[in-house]
């Protein structure tokens, strides 16, 4: 069965710093790659996903997410946060062909103005 | 486009009673729709996986029996938490997929938020 890892529970930065979460999953055959964003108090929104071509992924708000297969990661960096960016981050991964996803446990973000 | 709304939004009920909690495609037609709990401070946990007009899939430990899913058509799936206890209070979020062929992807509704006294 797939799992994911997100490495990171809390994290907390500075506005202006830079973020990179990680996120691993286990599966070793062709995956589909997403990472969620929930603000507080609202629903998950989907930030960016990878499903085949340029590993280098840009999502929404300056968001972007690099597929490396030989590592099974798909880590999510953003080069500078802003305190909007207070969130929990959810990456999540679908074997190709199928639309069920595994998520991670989620990494909250912090941000101090 | 590929909005999906949840309804209600919250609720709050007796021990006891059942709550039925709508999920909508409203501008797609969605073959699967999924069910997801998710407690405070916590990832989002597969309940279900219901497709219109056959049952749902149940991921393992949780009770059909309790859970009820109903996908009759392929716009509206409904979870209805029967004989709520107080350990059934969290947030309920419902997604749907459109079933594109090689984009398998989820919208995710709002989310209702049950608090059962």
């Known amino acids: 069965a797939q799992s994911v890892s997100q490495h990171n529970h809390h994290v907390i930065l500075s506005e202006a710093a830079s973020l990179e979460l990680g996120c691993n999953y286990s599966?070793?055959?062709?995956?589909?790659l997403f990472w969620y964003v929930q603000y507080p108090g609202q629903h998950l929104q989907l930030l960016l996903k990878?499903?085949?071509?340029?590993?280098l992924v840009k999502g929404i708000k300056g968001f972007e997410a690099e597929f490396i297969k030989s590592k099974f990661s798909f880590n999510l960096r953003k080069p500078s946060v802003q305190w909007s960016d207070t969130a929990e981050y959810f990456c999540?991964?679908?074997?190709?062909?199928?639309?069920?996803?595994?998520f991670g446990k989620g990494t909250m973000l912090l941000v101090s103005p | 486009g590929a909005v999906v709304s949840q309804h209600p939004s919250w609720v709050i009920c007796k021990s006891g009673t059942s709550v039925k909690i709508e999920c909508r495609s409203l501008?797609?037609?969605?073959?699967?729709m999924f069910w997801y709990r998710q407690f405070p401070k916590q990832s989002l946990m597969l309940m279900a996986t219901?497709?219109?007009?056959?049952?749902?899939?149940?991921e393992q430990g949780v009770e059909k029996d309790k859970f009820l899913i109903n996908h009759a058509s392929l716009t509206l799936s409904t979870l209805t938490v029967t004989s709520a206890h107080p350990e059934d209070s969290s947030f309920y979020i419902c997604?749907?997929?459109?079933?594109?062929?090689?984009?398998?992807?989820?919208?995710f509704g709002p989310g209702t938020r049950l608090t059962v006294l």
């Open positions: 219901s497709n219109e007009g056959s049952k749902a899939t149940y």
């Open positions: 997604s749907a997929d459109p079933g594109l062929a090689g984009h398998n992807e989820q919208f």
């Open positions: 990878y499903f085949s071509g340029d590993p």
């Open positions: 999540a991964v679908s074997n190709s062909g199928y639309s069920t996803l595994t």
């Open positions: 501008d797609f037609q969605a073959t699967t």
């Open positions: 599966y070793g055959g062709t995956v589909n």
